[in-house]
């Protein structure tokens, strides 16, 4: 495979380098705009708190540390004005140079077709999974523009040495890969394939291996230029050893093929949907999980029609070509065993060698130019369509966590409000400092309840649907605390997947809420999904969301759900809700004051339902508590078999809670 590596073109120098150089320009210029306006990602509030102090222990960043993206990003932090600016600038020059390097490396896998290096920076470079990760705060996109990096000076050397009588050691090439593994060392899988087929070609033909030796003295050398600080700043090699063990152990229990608990063919049919679903997504912004939004099937059609002929014409004899396909099925088998497959960002290794492919298929499409180069136009036109508007929101928007941190901060002020956090505490660290914290990413109940004692008049529960039934009686008190407020933050899933939604509430002693702030709403209907319902829930509810064409909630987790309401009257009152059931056969119990009140039946379709609250259990203006107590629960993720991601239980969803006054008209209409 080597020795047909190609040899350098005939042509000057500075004529071949125009093309990457154009590609480079105009690639910083379209990224440097769009950067991230704040922090997207809990690895992203870590490599920030990284940048001010290096601790492994606190997670800051999480192993293996990445020490060259953090030392590269401090340069940068040091004449930038925040942390934001320092990594959003290091992510999208990581970028531009990634995207130039592809160009470099289509230029050399294919020398006589300029279209190979031109269509595959492009369709590298305005992607989604590619733009928006060169915006982001995060070591991705550098950890793999230094990858590539290595892969070219190898190549690079490579060819040299075909080419030369006496041979060189790689000095930039081994150099450059001792410090990528200082970056992301896992996307050093590609780099070790190359090498070690040049090592073999070596052995076979007889070559002299003193060149080896050297290399292997420059990768150890690159290796220690980041290894020694590190290991000194963690303790010792042994300690820093440790912390790379323990969180090998913990991404193979929580994220890899064999750490989950189903056996081995169904996880792998599990981990192929998602990882179909996450790739599809990142590529045209649809996936393979309905609801399907209008117009899906042209991007189906359009991306069939890009990547099959590409992938079909690449000339598959040619050893290079034959390269770039094990390059991207290694990293797939890599992605699909050990990664965790709803983050797009960790698919991007995977990206280079498939744009490389699919544009030297096109440009040898019936050896016509025109196809190929019209192909490479409208395709990056459509692009360009589909992504502006992702990354415009992205540089004008924050990420959920911080929204939430900055609504709290807006309203409640930190002498008395306590904030308690799952998914999110990096992000409370981070944008809520004065705010006293309780640390639930493990929980501890007596930690809390002591932080209780203190007598803070809130608490600001981040990411409420991460909390256990037992976690949320440690913070409401068992009871004690009730809901006044109930927000969800969101954005755009496909912008970031995770922490793409963030629901707050807001817990107070029942004495501060006031009858009157749970009157109904003038229409007498409680509309679920809606800013304004938070207040009126309890216990049993997730978040508010699109349900079978309706923004609305679903009840679960624990079988009873709870709605707290003051009524108009002491009269006789009709329970209007609008409801439907997740699994088959479900029973609605309606229960108040200890006394069942009404039993109905959910389908598993809108339906409204009216049950009678009798007045016997009435008091004007005094807080009513209703009981929705479901006979059932599943999950969607076992219901599906592992279509549906979603491993949460639910018992049924609920769009509108009305009450009118017996005989009187529902106000649901």
């Given amino acids: 495979m080597t020795k047909q590596l190609p040899r350098r073109s005939a042509g000057p120098l500075p004529r071949g380098w125009i093309l990457p150089i154009v590609v480079l320009a105009t690639t910083l210029l379209l990224y440097l705009p ?16 990284a940048l001010e102090h290096f601790d492994l222990t606190l997670q800051q960043p999480q192993p293996p540390g990445f020490p060259v993206y953090v030392a590269l990003a401090r340069a940068l932090y040091a004449v930038s004005p925040s942390e934001v600016a320092a990594l959003t600038w290091l992510s999208a020059l990581g970028g531009t140079m990634a995207t130039f390097l592809v160009c470099r490396l289509g230029q050399v896998f294919d020398p006589d077709r300029p279209l190979t290096a031109a269509f595959g920076a492009l369709l590298f470079a305005l992607i989604p999974m590619s733009w928006l990760t060169s915006e982001k705060a995060l070591s991705d996109m550098p950890g793999l523009a230094i990858t590539l990096l290595s892969l070219w000076q190898w190549v690079a050397w490579r060819t040299r040495q075909i080419t030369l009588s006496r041979p060189t050691p790689p000095i930039a090439a081994a150099l450059v890969t001792g410090l990528a593994f200082g970056v992301r060392p896992q996307n050093a899988l590609p780099v070790g394939l190359l090498v070690l087929a040049i090592f073999i070609d070596d052995l076979v033909h007889r070559r002299s291996l ?59 049919r599990i981990r192929l949907f998602a990882f179909g679903d996450t790739l599809l997504t990142s590529l045209i912004g649809v996936g393979v999980t309905p609801p399907f939004p209008p117009g899906t099937s ?31 099925l290694t990293i797939a088998l890599q992605i699909l065993v050990i990664e965790a497959l709803d983050r797009p960002r960790l698919l991007l290794p995977l990206i280079p060698p498939l744009a490389l492919l699919i544009a030297s298929g096109w440009a040898r499409i019936g050896n016509r130019p025109l196809a190929g180069t019209a192909t490479m136009l409208v395709t990056s036109l459509a692009l360009l369509m589909q992504t502006v508007p992702w990354v415009t929101s992205l540089s004008q928007t924050l990420a959920p966590p911080a929204q939430a941190a900055a609504y709290i901060r807006g309203h409640y002020p930190a002498s008395e409000t306590l904030v308690a956090a799952a998914g999110s505490f990096r992000a409370a660290q981070v944008e809520l400092p004065n705010y006293p914290l309780a640390y639930l990413y493990t929980f501890n109940p007596e930690a809390v309840t002591a932080a209780l004692a203190s007598g803070y008049s809130y608490v600001a529960v981040l990411d409420r649907d991460q909390f256990t039934t037992e976690a949320m009686a440690t913070l409401t008190r068992e009871g004690t605390l009730v809901v006044l407020d109930d927000l969800t933050f969101s954005r755009d899933r496909r912008i970031h997947t995770q922490h793409d939604q963030v629901r707050v509430q807001i817990l107070t002693p029942s004495e501060l809420v006031p009858p009157e702030a749970l009157d109904m709403p003038p229409d007498g209907c409680i509309d679920l999904g809606s800013d304004a319902d938070g207040r009126y829930l309890g216990q049993g509810w997730f978040r508010s969301e699109e349900i079978v064409g309706t923004t609305a909630r679903w009840a679960g987790t624990e079988l009873t759900s709870t709605v707290r309401l003051t009524l108009p009257s002491a009269d006789a009152q009709t329970l209007h809700l609008r409801a439907l059931a997740y699994p088959a056969d479900q029973i609605l119990t309606l229960s108040a004051g200890g006394h069942v009140i009404g039993r109905a039946p959910l389908p598993q379709s809108w339906t409204d339902v009216q049950i009678e609250i009798p007045q016997e259990i009435l008091q004007r203006g005094s807080t009513l508590t209703l009981e929705l107590i479901h006979a059932t629960m599943a999950s969607p993720f076992e219901t599906t078999g592992g279509a549906s991601s979603d491993r949460r239980a639910l018992a049924a969803a609920y769009d509108l809670i009305c009450v009118t006054a017996s005989g009187g008209a529902s106000g649901s209409d």
């Fill in 210 to 268: 003193k060149v080896w030796i050297g290399a292997t003295v420059l990768v150890i050398a690159g290796s220690l230029v980041w290894l020694i600080p590190t290991a000194g700043a963690t303790g010792g090699l042994s300690a820093y050893i440790d912390h790379i063990r323990a969180h090998a152990t913990h991404v193979g229990r929580a994220d890899s093929l064999l750490g989950m608990a189903e056996p081995i063919p169904q996880a792998l």
């Fill in 34 to 49: 769009f950067r991230s306006l704040g922090l997207d990602d809990f690895d992203s509030y870590s490599f920030a708190l």
């Fill in 298 to 328: 042209w991007r189906y059609v359009g991306l069939a029609l890009v990547v099959l002929p590409g992938l079909i014409y690449a000339d598959w004899q040619r050893p290079r070509t034959r390269w770039l396909g094990l390059w991207a």
